[in-house]
C-alpha cells in the first residue's frame, strides 16, 4: 500500500522511527514490571496533569467523560484509566517519532555528520526531562538508585540505533536515486525492502516480548502476593505471647 503525496524516503523513516520507538517502550514497559524501573510513559503523563491548569485538566477530563458514556465504552472510572494509559503511551510514541524524523532530516542535509554520535544527541536530550521528571515524582518506579541511569541508558540505546539505522536507509536512498542501470535499481529496491522488513521483524520481536515479560512478571507478583496474604499464620506464632 503506497500513501499518495509522501515521498517513500519519508515512508521508511517514518516505519523505521516508529518501530524503534516501539521497541523502546516495550522495553521500558518490561523494565518497570520486572524490576521497578520507571516507566516514562506513565510517569509523564502523572507529572503533566500535576503541571496543567485546573481548567484545562477538568475540561479534558469532561470531555473523556462524555464520550465514554455517550460511546457506552464500559464502567467510567476503568474505561477512563485505560484512555489515560494511551493517551500517554501515545505521548511518548509521538515525541519519539518526531525526534527521529528530525534525526533523518539532519543526516539527510548534513552528510559528514556521525549519525550515532547524533543519535546519542538526541536520546540524551529527551532523556534529561524524563529523569528530572522521575527524580521530583515518579508513580511507578520501586527503586531509587537506578531511575536515571535507566532512562538514560535506554534512551541514549535508542538514539545510537536510531542513528545507525538511519544512516543505513539513507544510503540505500542515495543509492537507487543514483543508479542508472536497468536492472540495479531493482536490486536495490530488494536490499532496502528487506532491510526494513528485517528491522521491522527486529523490533516488533523485541516490543511483543518486552509487554509479554512484564506482563507475565506482574502477573506472578500478583499472584505471590494473594499467596502470602492468604497464607495461614502458624499456631506457635500466634500463641507466642500466651506461652509466656
Same mark, same amino acid.
Given at each position: 500500500?503506497k500513501f ?10 517514518l ?9 523502546l517502550?516495550?522495553?521500558l514497559?518490561?523494565? $518497570?514490571?520486572?524490576?521497578?524501573l ?12 500535576r ?9 479534558g ?10 460511546l ?14 494511551a *493517551?500517554?503511551?501515545?505521548g511518548?510514541?509521538? *515525541? ?20 550515532v ?13 524524563a529523569?528530572?521528571?522521575?527524580a521530583d515524582a ?7 538508585p ?10 541514549l ?9 538511519g544512516?543505513r ?8 536515486s543514483?543508479?542508472?542501470?536497468a536492472?540495479?535499481?531493482r ?15 527486529s523490533?516488533a520481536?523485541i ?16 499472584e505471590?502476593? *494473594? ?5 495461614p499464620?502458624? $499456631?506457635?506464632?500466634?500463641?507466642q505471647?500466651?506461652?509466656?
Open positions: 500500500m499518495k503525496g509522501m515521498p517513500q524516503d519519508r515512508l521508511g523513516g516505519f523505521v522511527t516508529s518501530m524503534v520507538t516501539a521497541a517502550v516495550g522495553i514497559f518490561a523494565g $518497570w514490571k520486572i524490576a521497578g520507571p516507566f516514562v510513559p506513565f510517569d509523564s503523563f502523572d507529572w503533566l496533569t503541571v496543567l491548569p485546573g481548567r484545562v485538566l477538568g475540561f477530563i469532561g470531555i473523556m467523560v462524555d464520550v465514554i458514556r455517550t457506552h465504552l464500559g464502567p467510567t472510572s476503568e474505561t477512563a484509566k485505560t484512555v489515560e494509559h *493517551i500517554a503511551l501515545a511518548l510514541f509521538v *515525541i519519539g517519532v518526531a525526534g527521529g524524523e528530525i534525526l533523518f532530516s539532519i543526516l539527510r542535509t548534513r552528510r559528514k555528520v556521525h549519525p554520535f547524533l543519535g546519542l544527541v538526541l536520546g540524551f536530550v529527551l532523556a534529561v526531562p529523569m528530572l521528571i522521575s515518579s508513580e511507578t518506579a520501586t527503586v531509587d537506578l531511575r536515571a541511569v535507566w532512562i538514560l541508558v535506554a534512551f540505546a535508542w538514539g545510537a540505533i536510531l542513528g545507525r539505522v544512516r536507509l539513507i544510503s540505500t536512498e542515495v543509492v537507487n543514483t543508479v542508472d542501470s536492472t540495479e535499481p536490486v536495490e529496491r530488494i536490499d532496502r525492502r528487506h532491510f526494513l522488513v528485517k528491522l521491522g521483524g523490533a520481536a516490543t511483543v516480548v518486552g509487554a509479554l515479560v512484564g506482563e507475565f512478571a506482574d502477573a506472578r507478583r500478583k505471590s502476593a *494473594i499467596m502470602a496474604a492468604s497464607e499464620i502458624r $499456631w506457635s506464632l500466634s500463641h505471647g500466651s506461652a509466656t
